[in-house]
């Protein structure tokens, strides 16, 4: 077959790219029996900038595929079968040429599945060279289980076709591909769709079906689901029950025609277009050219293999494109607009997130951040669980692109860092906040969204902080602003100088100074905004955003004062994440004469968490021979730290792994060596669940923090950051005091 792949060299115009779509309409016809595969849908011109044509025999193969089953279940199916109540409705027909598993497959798929729908399953063997499958398919058919019949000669699959729909002229037909597979009440949901008003053809959603393909549109979806695909067709059946959206044509691997459209449009054009090729395409638009509709059922999922089907030559190919061209001028302008519009995309988004939370949702809450990460992350993670036991799902929207408002929405889980798998839920990759708006509240209003939470903008446009309070309102929805950083008062969120120190906050001079100096900040925050902000224009920005939410927090009160010195009629409350810390086992060993002092650094080290202070320290202990060992349980920056002597650095963990690395490295004393006024900071809760006596600056949450917890924890002057010799010192004179105090209380017992 002939198929479109994305190729990143070089671009092309629309004229070609229709081109491209109109070939590719046509060599599908024969590997997949559908009409056309048009393209993609509104973001294409981004995606792909230039279409290859590759030639291959057959369609690529799904990983998945069916195994023929054994003639045994054909009896049970027999004997268990009930007489008909009454004259079947419809002809399922299934024209057959090869394929020996998939067909039996097939077979018993639509024989077990549930339908009130009567129905006569036909099948037409139009010159099989598979003797094997024709000899069992002779043999079922003595079941009385579906009619068998048998062209003389091989005749093609046009007339093939069209002798099977004439069987039975009152009928409906449903034109089935023998390489699919049907679940659960699929024809029953079909049909309903096809008793609606002026419905020539109804197509289902697919695997491998072009513009009716599920979880990628237009496209053949070859990897395997994470979930069965009956489960999948029992989704669609609920989140998109009785939905159906009009296309230009129907997709022939299962299309159902309704007979009072076959009497007036009559049967494919066997003259035209042979063997194969083009004819459901003229079929469907000739039904649109008498006032009928071509339908697209949301609401039902069939399985499509899509390599058992009959291959031709691409003259043929060719011309039924010119014969389409010919009978049909308008037939291309009505693809372009199909693409641009995408109607069923608001489906797939359903579909997509029904499979990944499995049921339907009750409510939800809509989370704005980056993909940077760090404590958000953990907090995000936090909030799901919590919000999970509540009966509520956390939906979470990042940057699509940077510098964009094209969301990328995610369901939040506790078995992937970032939520969603992606690869299985590419309908919610890319969503305009303001070109998909329509799409995104309907999304919202399906999810039961009752309200946006903002806990970060970086890597969002600049125009997020106009466009989301906008949209907020419009859908009205509150929405919360959580301050995990200072990007409200300074694109250098952590408030961190040139010389990777706290800045000190000293005036508007000092601010604007900074970012003549490092150009590159604003840009890093917002990409869109290259150029660089004054801080009264960032900051005015902020605070009208901050301004318009329902709700302001910050996680502690030095945040909250340090942001309200900026804005001082902003109300901000004060809400401590609400974190567990009981699976933290107590890791802490207590200091002994003659030890060597044994500190542990908890968490990924950078710059503005300290990571100079960390190596200053280390060269300052190995310079003086100092009895005292740095253990970094997680990562740094640092990367030459990884070769001083008294220096220990396990590596990136997960959550679970803290307490068995903790216990492990038979530490003494926790550091906290951060030089920014953190927000709340959640290696200091590890550190304090699990015993250890703690020294950080006197700076932000964790100072705050430690002199609430009371206890034996030492505060250092931010002035010491730069003086690593006070800062061993100390570290020593507060081990000695807590070896003094333990032996004072062991006195005392």
């Known amino acids: 077959m002939t198929y479109i792949v994305p190729n990143p060299i070089s671009p092309i115009d629309f004229s070609q790219r229709l081109s491209s779509f109109s070939r590719l309409i046509l060599n599908l016809c024969a590997a997949?029996?559908?009409?056309?595969?048009?393209?993609?849908?509104?973001?294409?011109?981004?995606?792909?900038?230039?279409?290859?044509?590759?030639?291959?025999?057959?369609?690529?193969?799904?990983?998945?595929?069916?195994?023929?089953?054994?003639?045994?279940?054909?009896?049970?199916?027999?004997?268990?079968?009930?007489?008909?109540?009454?004259?079947?409705?419809?002809?399922?027909?299934?024209?057959?040429?090869?394929?020996?598993?998939?067909?039996?497959?097939?077979?018993?798929?639509?024989?077990?599945?549930?339908?009130?729908?009567?129905?006569?399953?036909?099948?037409?063997?139009?010159?099989?060279?598979?003797?094997?499958?024709?000899?069992?398919?002779e043999l079922l058919s003595t079941y009385g289980l579906f009619t068998f019949l048998r062209n003389e000669t091989n005749l093609g699959f046009v007339k093939t076709v069209n002798r099977g729909m004439q069987l039975h002229p009152k009928r409906d037909v449903l034109l089935l591909n023998s390489d699919t597979l049907v679940f659960n009440n699929w024809l029953d949901r079909i049909r309903s769709h096809a008793l609606k008003e002026k419905v020539?053809?109804?197509?289902?959603?697919?695997?491998?079906?072009?513009?009716?393909?599920?979880?990628?549109?237009?496209?053949?979806?070859?990897?395997?689901?994470?979930?069965?695909?009956?489960?999948?067709?029992?989704?669609?059946?609920?989140?998109?029950?009785?939905?159906?959206?009009?296309?230009?044509?129907?997709?022939?691997?299962?299309?159902?025609?309704?007979?009072?459209?076959?009497?007036?449009?009559?049967?494919?054009?066997?003259?035209?277009?042979?063997k194969g090729y083009g004819e459901e395409n003229d079929f469907c638009m000739r039904a649109q050219e008498k006032g009928?509709?071509?339908?697209?059922?949301?609401?039902?999922?069939?399985?499509?293999?899509?390599?058992?089907?009959?291959?031709?030559?691409?003259?043929?190919?060719?011309?039924?494109?010119?014969?389409?061209?010919?009978?049909?001028?308008?037939?291309?302008?009505?693809?372009?607009?199909?693409?641009?519009?995408?109607?069923?995309?608001?489906?797939r988004m359903r579909l997509d997130t029904a499979c990944l939370l499995r049921r339907h949702p009750t409510s939800s809450i809509l989370c704005f951040t980056h993909w940077w990460g760090?404590?958000?992350?953990?907090?995000?993670?936090?909030?799901?669980?919590?919000?999970?036991?509540?009966?509520?799902?956390?939906?979470?929207?990042?940057?699509?692109?940077?510098?964009?408002?094209?969301?990328?929405?995610s369901v939040y889980t506790d078995t992937t860092p970032f939520g969603t798998d992606f690869a299985t839920a590419p309908n919610l990759q890319s969503i305009d906040l303001v070109n998909d708006q329509k799409t995104l509240s309907q999304f919202l209003r399906f999810c039961r969204t009752t309200c946006i939470e903002v806990h970060n903008t970086v890597g969002w446009s600049s125009?997020?902080?106009?466009?989301?309070?906008?949209?907020?309102?419009?859908?009205?929805?509150?929405?919360?602003?959580?301050?995990?950083?200072?990007?409200?008062?300074?694109?250098?969120?952590?408030?961190?100088?040139?010389?990777?120190?706290?800045?000190g906050e000293k005036g508007v001079a000092q601010c604007n100074e900074c970012l003549r100096h490092r150009p590159d900040l604003s840009f890093q925050i917002h990409p869109d905004r290259p150029h660089i902000w004054s801080i009264v224009e960032w900051r005015s920005a902020y605070y009208r955003f901050l301004q318009e939410a329902a709700e302001v927090a910050a996680p502690s009160a030095d945040?909250?004062?340090?942001?309200?010195?900026?804005?001082?009629?902003?109300?901000?409350?004060?809400?401590?994440?609400?974190?567990?810390?009981?699976?933290?086992?107590?890791?802490?060993?207590?200091?002994?004469?003659?030890?060597?002092?044994?500190?542990?650094?908890?968490?990924?080290?950078?710059?503005?968490?300290?990571?100079?202070?960390?190596?200053?320290?280390?060269?300052?202990?190995?310079?003086?021979?100092?009895?005292?060992?740095?253990?970094?349980?997680?990562?740094t920056n640092e990367e030459d730290l990884h070769s001083y002597p008294n220096v220990t650095i396990t590596g990136r963990y997960r959550e679970h792994e803290v307490s068995r690395l903790l216990l492990e490295q038979k530490a003494h004393v926790a550091f906290l060596p951060s030089i920014?006024?953190?927000?709340?900071?959640y290696t200091?809760?590890?550190?304090?669940?699990?015993?250890?006596?703690?020294?950080?600056?006197?700076?932000?949450?964790?100072?705050?923090?430690?002199?609430?917890?009371?206890?034996?924890?030492?505060?250092?002057?931010?002035?010491l950051a730069t003086c690593a010799e006070l800062i061993n010192d100390h570290m020593f004179k507060f081990a000695n005091k807590l070896l003094l105090k333990s032996s004072k209380e062991d006195i005392r017992l």
């Open 32 to 137: 997949a029996r559908h009409p056309f595969s048009p393209g993609r849908r509104r973001n294409y011109r981004q995606q792909l900038r230039r279409d290859e044509i590759t030639n291959q025999s057959t369609p690529s193969a799904p990983s998945y595929r069916p195994s023929a089953p054994n003639l045994s279940l054909f009896e049970q199916i027999r004997d268990a079968r009930s007489p008909r109540n009454h004259e079947p409705d419809v002809d399922i027909i299934v024209p057959v040429y090869k394929g020996h598993s998939d067909t039996l497959a097939c077979i018993a798929s639509v024989l077990l599945s549930k339908n009130e729908t009567e129905f006569e399953l036909i099948l037409i063997d139009d010159g099989s060279p598979d003797e094997a499958l024709v000899r069992d398919l």
């Open 200 to 274: 020539a053809t109804v197509t289902p959603f697919t695997n491998n079906g072009t513009i009716c393909s599920y979880p990628h549109y237009c496209r053949d979806n070859s990897a395997p689901f994470h979930l069965p695909y009956e489960a999948v067709d029992n989704l669609a059946a609920t989140v998109n029950s009785n939905l159906s959206v009009d296309v230009p044509t129907g997709v022939g691997f299962c299309m159902y025609i309704r007979r009072s459209a076959l009497d007036e449009i009559g049967l494919f054009d066997e003259e035209t277009f042979g």
């Open 292 to 347: 009928w509709r071509n339908v697209h059922a949301l609401d039902t999922f069939v399985f499509h293999s899509g390599e058992t089907s009959f291959d031709a030559a691409a003259s043929r190919k060719k011309k039924a494109l010119e014969a389409i061209a010919k009978k049909h001028p308008t037939y291309m302008k009505l693809i372009h607009s199909f693409i641009a519009d995408d109607p069923a995309r608001l489906g």
């Open 374 to 409: 760090g404590g958000i992350e953990r907090y995000l993670l936090d909030r799901a669980q919590q919000l999970k036991s509540e009966g509520i799902d956390l939906l979470v929207a990042r940057p699509a692109e940077s510098g964009s408002l094209k969301a990328c929405i």
């Open 463 to 503: 125009t997020i902080l106009k466009t989301l309070p906008d949209f907020a309102k419009s859908n009205q929805l509150p929405y919360k602003v959580t301050l995990h950083d200072y990007i409200a008062i300074c694109p250098q969120i952590h408030l961190i100088d040139k010389s990777n120190f706290y800045c």
């Open 559 to 635: 945040t909250a004062q340090r942001i309200q010195k900026y804005f001082p009629t902003l109300h901000i409350n004060i809400e401590p994440h609400d974190e567990r810390t009981d699976h933290i086992l107590h890791c802490a060993v207590p200091f002994q004469v003659g030890q060597r002092l044994r500190v542990v650094i908890i968490g990924a080290i950078s710059s503005h968490k300290g990571s100079s202070v960390v190596r200053a320290c280390a060269a300052d202990a190995a310079r003086r021979k100092l009895p005292i060992d740095f253990v970094i349980v997680g990562y």
């Open 676 to 681: 920014w006024p953190e927000t709340y900071c």
């Open 684 to 719: 200091l809760s590890i550190a304090l669940a699990a015993g250890f006596p703690t020294i950080a600056f006197d700076i932000g949450a964790p100072a705050e923090r430690l002199r609430r917890a009371g206890g034996d924890h030492m505060l250092l002057g931010l002035e």
